[in-house]
């Protein structure tokens, strides 16, 4: 028979490379156990999650674990000196839960475990002190009830409170022997009461109960739910660790305390922390008592202080990494509990990477790796002033970043107008679409109340740099009646309300905004890492405006610049309706010529902005009819006009007529992209002259030369390429411009087949740009539209998918389809440049699988450029650690797409 | 330096292997040689197919061809024994094109090279007449003028016509020399008139330009429109063949004529043909002339009637197939100037099949492929009289094949109604919805003004065999007046109409209708094939009456029973419609109820009909919203009962409210297929319960178990797939029935997501069905409601596409996505079943590609089963043939899809 399989490790027998066994907590115990000595740090052992994803396959203990664990604890107690049940001098222990990745609050420990009525004397004979055995008997009591069984905390909580009133103390540490005897009579009753059998007395069945209680944990609601938020997979499983316990509430000279190696907010270099005299770690978390502050250690007990910031640095420099550290003073000797890396606001992780840097604690890229990229973002945009609290009226998707206030409008028309004169406002719908992105524009922030983060509003929205607050279901908008409804309360246009979209949080208190500052540590970080990363990080932008910004936030291109955005401002948008209800292909290159030279403004716009940097142009991209009005506003129209206008009668016919005619059963699906290029080849020609002459003019006028990428987008068949592509390469000769001199010729490449046949299509193309939007949606039959806040929030809560495919790139489907486009396309023309262009090149992860696979690109919209660039770094560090499997690659890996 | 390409051969030295080369024409030329030796066949040779492709990528004449055809034409020379231009005994040739493919009509022909004033005189003397010489001279000048200079043919029959009638004759070959002189001094004006320069006369110039004409008119539009119809690639080029011209107008001892080596109509084996004596060929095909039955030159030319049925059974038994022959008899003596294989309706290809293997000439495997498996169709359904012509009134998409004729109705209701009647009704809409398809039922064809063969009544049509045209685009149908306008005529409901389904030929004339026989000859074919065929044919079917008819067509199993289809019907849509407007999943359960035990008739009907054969259920499918009434008719039944029933006001509200809640601005990427049955698992366990409650009833009745396989459609993730399938094995067995033994559950693939994550899936799934309508869709993220019709016809117009992808599948793209399934899946478990249903489980080209990535079964609409019976058998003789090289693959392999 083969040998059995190892289940349980002693500390001793660990290492920080054993995270995925031993849980993160286990194996930093381990680890500190090398670092610090066995003296700091009580002793005990690991039960491993292997353990606990047996226990969940199974329905019951794996074989082997029955034997190991009593072995362990044999172990335990010959090096503590103590025994488990001794009535004389008893041994006691908590056991905690310990998961691969720290999942706070989330799952369950208990300490004391080991107390009952025989131990409790040995404890005040060995302790002195008859209080502090009946106290930890109490504690045992209910935390045990609490976690193991779950009785309802607040039942302990209300027993206590009886006790202490009668008692006539405020604090839990104020009562008195008879008191806590009388409390643990009562929570053995409740438990009696609760679960019809006795509180256990024996400590072996005390920990065995517990360590089930602690892996079914792992499938409680709480933990399931963090997990989703958090991307971690379900079958991972927690490790158990059991430990020695230490008592900080053994008196004046005893205390339990947590400390961060720097500042925890602003990651300056001086350890922080709090800490409470004669009490245990709950009682420092759990806020009863006011905690005292780490220099306030230094006084009563200076050697403690001065040994503590000394761990504090050790661990750090250890580590490599700000620490977060659970300590305990029992009788005047420091124990170090836990240590884990810190985590802390963006504006502290920055500060940390420049100064374990410069403090020759860490090299640049693994500096860089200790900042989590895709909160950089945080310190782009205004947030609400966290000391000023206030109650939050209801919550939405975070859909982009950044918090407004202002007063509520329901209608783009309406915000513009409030612009106008000045007034701040919020623009509240339903959801949005194409008609209202002027309203976009003229509004501090957006709040919708259907669609998630893929919705059209979330996407102009970050697009725009506004704040966006989406899918908030419990608002009900009635833009008839321009008002909102949440529950009972009721905002009407004009009254105030604020977003916060980094948090989806609305309210209708006027909370503070505080504002971004991006300072020296953050341009330090961005400089670094574009010293380090591969991978290009361009814009997504289509005004100048835009353009600017991704520049100053060091944007090295344009990646995708849509002309459609260009046509549906307020001006524009009725010269191109009057091109689309045109029938006659003559009649709408007459038309067209109209817009030619605002086009022609808006290229010319851009290429100055980006000053000789690429610059991707996507040809006219979705379907004619989202530019028309909808239907129904044309029915009210046209009885308008026929009362009022009669001359217009005519023109709104027709266009009714036109937008019946150009109405598709499912337009995703339908007439758009080059499609649109092989129907009217005059759209395109239009555009792309007007590309041509300022890419001319500004050739004209300045020294750098502008590097122009005309790009075809939704393209299937290498003949759909071919064709336009000739075109564009013709039209561009009229104006004076040769193909690969003055500019290139591209394809966006977003459907599955375009992939599968990116060999054909490479023969045609001079790069390719991955639209990983449209390429999600067509690979996976889903429609952002519809599925976000829909069929995704479903199938996220029943953990079908761990993230939204369309936040973070599905490698499995849509990323192994690149990936065969990658190698197909390089195939046949080895020099084909590749990015992508879409959400997903602003997510870390998402980038990372795009570095792994060797893109040249990525492009993001302007705000996540900062994001992309680190994330593009650390994406670089990641894999070499990875490649060079160095220690630290273990947890690096943790991130990747699965 | 490199042998230059040898562009040139001589008919001695080709053969049919060479038919890439040498086109069909060329390469039948030169095996014929062979065969019956040079005195047959009068000698030539043949610029190949290379020389043409050269031609067009260059823009001139490849290098080495204008040295090779002066050679050719000197050897030609010493054979014939004459010279071009000799005065005296001058040769005159032809110069055909042929191709790869036969393209009737498309290319053109020059006859009489050579001749001009000063050889006419030679010709005349030699031949002993000089009308025959003159004759000669006025076909070439109007030959050379009409196909070389592209002068219309009408200008010359204008011409023709004045000396016919001021010379007072009827036909051609009564005109006299002095008139023959007159029209060549006409034509020769008229083609200085039209082109600016004379007439050539140097032989050897005629022939330059024409061998240009015939590589020119490779890109002509009907040529270019016949291979887009018969999809043929643009770049096979054709080939041109110079051959010594013979004549059959040299008196009444010449003839030319077609033979076919049996009856062409019936496939008898009986040779049959036209040939008129005294004529040139073009005289026979033009009709001018009533031609002669082949019988009739037994009397007057034994020995050449003799010969000619020698040659066409040798002919015949050599190429393995019937053959069409052009002969000529010059004063007594017989040439073959072409064979090939003939063209025949399918009646003739399957009796001729048989007949070959009963003969002796072709083994069963090689007897089959004679026959082209597509038109199998034609004999499964009526057809117009062909006796009875009549004048099409417009030609829309041969959508289902059959025609019908009954009176014209504009509602499925009138359809309905008029069934319930005993009227034959045709049902002509716009377009068809799922509202539509009870009136399906009621009528005998259909008719719709938009869509194509992927569109909605097409499918419908198709499945339920009834005969379809759809998108007659000329046809405007006004369902509110109820009546159809084609141009001025207007059809009114209640007046005759008839459609050919199998032709899209729309009339309203009473045109007999011959019904279908299905004869022994079709009956051996059929089982011919099984024995030959790998895969499994399956039929897609939802009734007990699909799955009976299904069977009677050789169906092996139900490869997919939709059960949307069974809540369709209009006992049974008020009851869907009850389930979907409960908001609530257990008032919906409770309304469920009332549909299992119809369901599970169903259910019990076909596994009954099917008689042990597998049957595929596949759980439902489309949105909800396809169930209930469109929005603008709930608003006018509000204003109804608000009126007339208050009662119905409030459950009016609901359903309007529930058919927005349900609305999706994309539904073929929203809430369907299994997406369905992970948020109202409920229906799911109803449709299960309901199968498995069916499988035991007919297993108690039975002797044969039925082999019931569950079907989740539209799976992405892996985890979709196990919930349901966790769902679906606890359902059955509550109702007794064990998975694997019982039944299976399996997957419809049909997303790209899912064949990419095949790996992953085939985990959890006992067999796939790749469904290629969706697979297609969401491949090239076009719909097929949106594209056919519309931009899919644009596409085929520009040649972007050769076929439609809904029609054939789209090889490099869906093909390369099913290839790569079929890898992951079969590598994860070798067991996996996999199979196709889908319309290209129905198309032979796309059949050959799924028998050669070794699927196990293809499932097709019930009347394409015995289609796909022939095609899977084809597909295996050919896949074998090119295995092995033998000479016949080198044609079989024309249909792959590129």
Redesign the interface.
């Known amino acids: 028979m083969a040998d059995p399989v190892k289940y349980v490790y002693d500390f001793a027998d660990g290492d920080r490379g054993m995270v995925a066994l031993l849980g993160g907590k286990g194996a930093n115990l381990a680890e500190m156990v090398g670092v610090l000595g066995e003296d700091r740090v009580p002793p005990g052992f690991t039960i491993t999650t292997e353990a606990c994803v047996a226990w969940m396959r199974l329905g019951r203990e794996p074989d082997g674990l029955e034997r190991q664990v009593p072995e362990a604890i044999a172990r335990l107690e010959q090096r503590a000196g103590r025994k488990l049940g001794d009535p004389d001098d008893p041994l006691l222990i908590s056991a905690r839960s310990g998961a691969r990745e720290s999942m706070p609050g989330m799952l369950d420990t208990v300490l004391n475990l080991g107390i009952n009525d025989r131990t409790v004397g040995g404890l005040a004979r060995r302790s002195g002190s008859e209080r502090f055995a009946w106290d930890s008997r109490r504690r045992f009591a209910q935390m045990f009830g609490n976690v193991v069984a779950g009785i309802p905390g607040e039942l302990y909580e209300n027993e206590l409170g009886a006790v202490k009133s009668s008692a006539g103390v405020e604090f839990d540490n104020e009562l008195g022997v008879a008191e806590l005897r009388r409390l643990v009579e009562a929570f053995e009753a409740l438990y009696r009461e609760q679960t019809g059998t006795p509180l256990p007395s024996d400590p072996v069945e005390q920990l065995e109960m517990t360590i089930r209680a602690v892996f079914d944990s792992w499938k409680g609601p709480r933990a399931v739910e963090y997990r989703r938020i958090n991307g971690i997979p379900d079958d991972w499983g927690t490790a158990v660790n059991v430990q020695q316990m230490v008592f900080g509430n053994l008196g004046s000279d005893s205390g339990s305390g947590v400390a961060f190696s720097r500042d925890e907010m602003t990651g300056a270099p001086k350890p922080s922390g709090d800490f409470l005299f004669d009490a245990q770690g709950e009682d420092v978390v759990s806020g009863v008592r006011n905690t005292l502050d780490l220099d306030q250690l230094a006084e009563p007990l200076p050697e403690v202080h001065r040994d503590l910031l000394g761990i504090l640095a050790t661990l750090e420099a250890h580590f490599g990494d700000m620490q977060d550290v659970e300590f305990t003073i029992e009788e005047g000797r420091l124990y170090i509990l836990q240590t884990r890396a810190a985590k802390r606001p963006a504006r502290a992780a920055v500060r940390f990477a420049v100064d374990a840097v410069s403090e020759g604690l860490l090299r640049r890229p693994q500096a860089l790796t200790t900042i989590e990229a895709a909160k950089l973002d945080q310190l782009l945009h205004p947030s609400f002033d966290p000391d000023h609290p206030f109650g939050a009226l209801a919550r939405g998707v975070a859909a982009s970043p950044g918090a407004a206030k202002g007063e509520a409008v329901f209608s783009a028309e309406a915000a513009v107008e409030a612009a106008h004169e000045g007034r701040d406002v919020i623009l509240v719908r339903r959801f949005t679409e194409a008609d209202d992105v002027a309203g976009f524009n003229a509004a501090r922030g957006i709040l919708t109340s259907e669609g998630g983060k893929a919705s059209h509003a979330a996407l102009v929205a970050r697009g725009m740099g506004r704040p966006c607050v989406s899918g908030a279901a419990e608002v009900e908008v009635d833009a008839k009646k321009r008002l909102m409804r949440v529950g009972d309360t009721v905002i009407r246009e004009g009254e105030l309300i604020a977003i916060d979209g980094s948090t989806g949080e609305i309210t209708n208190e006027d909370v503070p905004l505080v504002e971004a500052v991006i300072d020296e540590y953050f341009e330090t970080v961005l400089e670094w890492a574009d010293e380090i990363r591969h991978l290009e990080v361009r814009a997504n932008a289509d005004t100048p405006d835009d353009a600017a910004r991704s520049r100053s936030l060091g944007a090295e291109g344009v990646g995708l610049c849509r002309t459609e955005h260009m046509f549906m401002s307020a001006d524009r948008l009725p010269k191109v309706r009057a091109v689309i209800v045109s029938a006659e292909e003559q009649d709408r290159r007459r038309r067209l010529e109209a817009l030619l030279p605002l086009q022609q403004g808006d290229f010319e716009g851009i290429l100055r902005e980006m000053e000789g940097l690429p610059v991707t142009v996507r040809l006219l991209d979705p379907p004619l009819h989202e530019f028309l009005p909808p239907s129904r506003s044309l029915e009210a129209e046209l009885e308008r006009v026929r009362g009022e206008d009669p001359d217009r009668v005519e023109e709104t016919e027709r266009m009714i007529e036109r937008v019946e005619r150009l109405s ?8 758009r ?1 080059c ?1 649109l290029g ?2 009217y080849p005059e759209i395109y020609e239009m555009q792309v002259r007007a590309m041509m002459r300022a890419a001319r003019a500004v050739t004209d006028s300045k020294a750098e030369r502008p590097k122009l990428e005309v790009m075809i987008p ?1 393209v ?2 290498e ?2 390429l071919e ?1 336009i592509r000739d075109r564009v390469v013709s039209v561009a000769h009229e104006e004076g411009m040769e193909v690969g001199k003055d500019f290139r010729v591209g394809t966006m490449v ?5 992939c ?2 990116a060999g ?1 299509i490479a023969a045609q193309a001079d790069f390719f740009s991955f639209g990983t939007n ?1 390429l999600t ?7 952002r ?3 976000e806040g ?2 995704l929030s ?2 996220l809560d ?4 761990d993230r939204s495919p369309f936040e973070s790139l ?1 490698a ?3 990323g ?2 690149i990936e065969m486009a990658v190698a197909r396309g390089r195939a046949v023309r080895p020099d084909l440049k590749l990015g992508v262009c879409g959400e997903h090149g602003g997510d870390p992860d998402s980038i990372e699988f795009f570095n792994q696979i060797g893109l040249d690109y990525v492009s993001c919209s302007p705000f996540r450029v900062p994001v992309a660039r680190l994330a593009a770094a650390n994406a670089v560090t990641r894999a070499e650690a990875a490649a060079a499997m160095t220690p630290w690659a273990a947890d690096a890996g943790a991130h990747t797409p699965a």
Do not use: F, K
């Not at 598709?664 to 007439?671: I, R, S």
């Open positions: 598709e059963v499912n337009p995703m699906l339908g007439t992209g499609r092989i129907l939704l299937n068949y003949r759909e064709i977003e459907l599955p087949r375009a599968m046949a054909l449209d949606q067509s690979a996976l039959g889903l429609s539209d519809d599925a829909h069929i479903v199938y029943q953990r079908i998918v599905d499995p489907g849509v192994a389809l």
